[in-house]
């Protein structure tokens, strides 16, 4: 079965500053990434995907996220932190075999430092 | 575009009580997906339909839910009889189908069983 790891549950940084949430997958296959956003009292929204090609996928909000093989890794990145960034951040990784079902991981929450 | 449309938003009721949450999907999607949400256990999936047909409900916790889609245009989770440990926030999400597409979340049902 698959497995995403979210480093940290908890990050905090400045306005303005880097935003780096962590997100590791196990799988021997590269399956479909996913970063999903989860703002107070509403549903996940889709951030940005990756799926094949290009390995750094530019998202919503000014995110972007890079697929690396080799480190099984899928970074969430944004240069320049906003105060409405703060949120709770899932990434997600496809079932093998390309059916529909994802497995997510525990979330890490963004918080935003005046 | 509408999208997914989870009711009600809020439900508060005794223990022992059935229960029954209603979700319509984005129209054309043909897969829909019903998580429960807490703060123990993160986000689960506990059944998923393609094609009003379920695919899987191995998440489903016990005997007590059931789920249906009697359409492409409708579901229901269903907890009878409830217990205090069901008290979570439950999301439908639905998609166009295949592993490489996002899902899309409703705003959930936040259930909280006295």
């Known amino acids: 079965a698959q497995s995403v790891t979210q480093l940290g549950s908890h990050v905090s940084v400045s306005e303005g500053a880097l935003v780096l949430l962590r997100c590791n997958y196990s799988s021997s296959v590269p399956p479909y990434l996913f970063w999903y956003v989860q703002y107070p009292n509403q549903g996940l929204q889709l951030l940005l995907k990756y799926t094949t090609g290009a390995t750094l996928v530019k998202g919503i909000n000014g995110f972007e996220a890079e697929f690396k093989k080799s480190e099984t890794s899928f970074h969430l990145t944004k240069p320049s932190a906003h105060m409405s960034d703060a949120a709770e951040y899932f990434c997600a990784v496809s079932d093998l075999g390309g059916n529909e079902k994802l497995t997510f991981g525990t979330g890490t929450r963004l918080t935003i430092i005046p | 575009d509408a999208g997914v449309i989870q009711s009600p938003r809020h439900e508060v009721t005794e223990m022992g009580q059935e229960v029954t949450l209603r979700c319509k999907p984005i129209?054309?999607?043909?897969?829909l997906f019903w998580y429960r949400q807490t703060m123990m256990r993160g986000l689960e999936l506990l059944i998923y339909?393609?094609?009003?047909?379920?695919?899987?409900d191995s998440g489903m916790p016990e005997d007590r839910f059931s789920a249906k889609m009697p359409n492409a245009s409708f579901s229901t989770l269903k907890i009878q009889p409830s217990e205090p440990r069901d008290s979570a926030v439950y999301f439908c999400a639905s998609g166009p189908g295949g592993g490489n597409q996002p899902q899309h979340f409703g705003d959930g049902t936040r259930l909280s069983i006295l």
């Open positions: 129209s054309g999607h043909n897969s």
């Open positions: 339909f393609n094609n009003n047909v379920p695919i899987d």
